[in-house]
């Protein structure tokens, strides 16, 4: 899995940096790393997950990116 850092630094075209969530109770909205598999033309989906507060951290409950 990619770090948080990595994935808002890279975002596909057109996403803005700030459409991912960073505080308890937002949508997550991250993008998987691109896949050089993925058929062409593929768009990926932003991830559906919400961000939760862990134990001194936030991370999405859904692929467990953290910020």
């Known amino acids: 899995m990619t770090t ?9 075209p ?3 940096e700030a459409d991912v ?3 308890d ?3 997550c909205g991250r993008f998987s790393e691109p ?3 993925a058929p062409r033309g593929y768009r990926a989906k932003p991830c559906p997950g919400e961000m939760i507060a862990e134990g001194g951290f936030i991370a999405c ?3 467990g990116e953290a910020v």
């Not at 948080?4 to 596909?12: C, F, I, V």
């Open 61 to 63: 409950d859904t692929c």
């Open 25 to 27: 109770g937002e949508a």
């Open 35 to 37: 896949d050089e598999d």
């Open 21 to 23: 969530g960073t505080e």
């Open 4 to 12: 948080y850092d990595r994935l808002t630094a890279n975002p596909p």
């Open 14 to 16: 057109g996403v803005d």
